[in-house]
């Protein structure tokens, strides 16, 4: 499976499935946009939202950096910095 890239709100969130290690912690923060699937890897639910500070909190909360945040209208990268 490719990296996924899923615009939520204002964000582009994409899960870097080479770094995940099925910590749970971004599950934790926003079960409604990323669920583990079949290889303990996070993926990002069709048509999940939440409000964008727990999207960045479940980045931030991501212990090996595998969620990249991006603003989708400037294209700046919010996360990781
Ligand atoms: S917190 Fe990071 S390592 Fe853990 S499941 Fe989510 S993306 Fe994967």
Do not use: H
Not at 1 to 6: F, H
Not at 61 to 81: F, H, L, N, S, Y
């Amino acid at each position: 499976m490719t990296d996924q890239t899923v615009q939520i709100g204002k964000y582009k969130v994409q899960v870097l499935r080479d770094l995940c290690i099925g910590a749970t912690s971004c599950i934790a923060f926003s079960p409604a946009v990323f669920q583990l699937d079949g290889e303990n890897k996070a993926v990002i639910q069709e048509g999940g939202q939440d409000t964008p500070e727990n999207i960045l909190l479940a980045a931030q909360a991501c212990p090996t950096k595998a969620i990249v945040v991006t603003d989708a209208e400037t294209g700046e990268q919010v996360w990781p910095k």
